[in-house]
């Protein structure tokens, strides 16, 4: 997914920036993928608000118990359910990158804002894997979607602002990025996945 973004030459302070297709479709689809999660948690959140004693689908056993994680306090930790914060952030992820499909150009500002709001979403889910793991004792199905959906969104955004310049970085960089942006979200996936290996090993291994 290593596409070069277009360049407005008319504006180059403004820092006009396109994207190509690969990188649009990233968005759509990861934000998607979090629209998902989060629509589907939202409507469990008012089935067990409704009825306490309603099981989500997604709970399986005491690990992958979904409804443990939306009846605890980190499950509302701004005041509302998570999920109603996923609802409008991931559906404007998938707008962004509808409009880079239609051509769109986004001036270095949005660019940045776009970066600052999926380093926030991957810093909450960072924050949402340890309570899960070590306070909640539980995972939810959905969340990992949600939680993969957002670093993968956060680490090509954040590729796609350092090769172009719209966030300062060292030529070798900008190479490294060029070619191997992939490495990021792999490695960073892959420390969550050992992470909840080694948190659950007694149940996964009895």
């Given amino acids: 997914m290593t596409t070069k973004a277009a360049v407005d030459e008319r504006s180059p302070d403004s820092r006009s920036l396109g994207a190509g297709r690969a990188f649009a479709w990233m968005l759509v689809v990861t934000g998607a993928a979090g629209l998902l999660a989060a629509w589907v948690i939202t409507l469990d959140k008012f089935k067990i608000l409704e009825d306490p004693t309603f099981v989500p689908g997604c709970s399986f056993n005491p690990v992958l118990a979904c409804g443990s994680i939306m009846k605890s306090e980190q499950a509302s930790v701004f005041g509302f359910p998570n999920p109603m914060l996923g609802l409008v952030t991931y559906g404007m ?4 990158g509808v409009g880079l499909l239609a051509g769109a150009r986004y001036r270095r500002w949005y660019w940045l804002g776009l970066n600052a709001g999926t380093l926030f979403g991957v810093v ?7 309570q899960s793991l070590y306070a909640i004792n539980a995972l939810c199905l959905w ?25 300062p970085a060292p030529v070798w960089l900008r190479r490294f990025l060029d070619e191997f942006t992939w490495v990021l979200p792999v490695v ?18 009895r």
Avoid: E, K, P
């Fill in 143 to 167: 969340c990992c979607l949600a939680w993969v959906a957002t670093i993968v969104m956060f680490w090509y955004v954040t590729s796609h602002n350092v090769r172009n310049g719209v966030l």
């Fill in 188 to 205: 960073h996936i892959g420390i969550i996945g050992m992470l909840i290996l080694t948190r659950f090993w007694d149940f996964w291994t």
């Fill in 124 to 130: 909450f889910c960072a924050w949402l894997t340890a």
């Fill in 93 to 96: 992820v998938v707008a962004i």
